[in-house]
């Protein structure tokens, strides 16, 4: 199958044993999702034995009303990694850092070793620090 369409449509996905399932209720939970942050909610990959099994899916359970919304169902873009692993050709991806990861943890560090050196004075009396006397008042 191709993945060239013309007159600006979409490109065709290949047939594949993974399906990608979207518009799902987000207020549900489902036990077999790997994914539980909010960039992943409301979807699916259901992972057949063969093509055959998730075309059948497809073509059944396209816009089926799943908790109030029909579900939009798909052929996965890429195969899915059991797969892969099942027919020798997995190869590992790098796992992704979130790009605030490393500022985050400076401006902590920063932070507290400022509240050990009692350099903070919004945190005056934190951390065991003395409180600050005056006139003699607590």
Excluded: C
């Excluded at 070793?113 to 003395?130: E, R």
């Amino acid at each position: 199958m191709s993945n060239a369409t013309s007159g600006g449509e979409t490109p065709a996905i290949s047939t594949n044993m993974t399906i990608y399932i979207n518009n799902l209720n987000e207020k549900i939970k489902l036990e077999v999702l790997a994914f539980k942050t909010l960039k992943h909610k409301g979807q699916a990959w259901v992972v057949f034995e063969d093509v055959a099994s998730a075309t059948e899916a497809l073509k059944r359970m396209q816009g089926f009303p799943f908790y109030d919304k029909p579900m939009r169902i798909q052929y996965a873009k890429t195969k899915s990694d059991i797969i892969a692993k099942a027919d020798g050709t997995f190869v590992p991806r790098e796992r992704r850092r979130r790009p605030d990861d490393k500022a985050e943890k400076r401006r902590r560090e920063q932070h507290r070793d400022a509240n050990q050196a009692g350099l903070n004075s919004a945190y005056g009396g934190a951390y065991g620090a003395l409180p600050l006397v005056r006139n003699g008042l607590f």
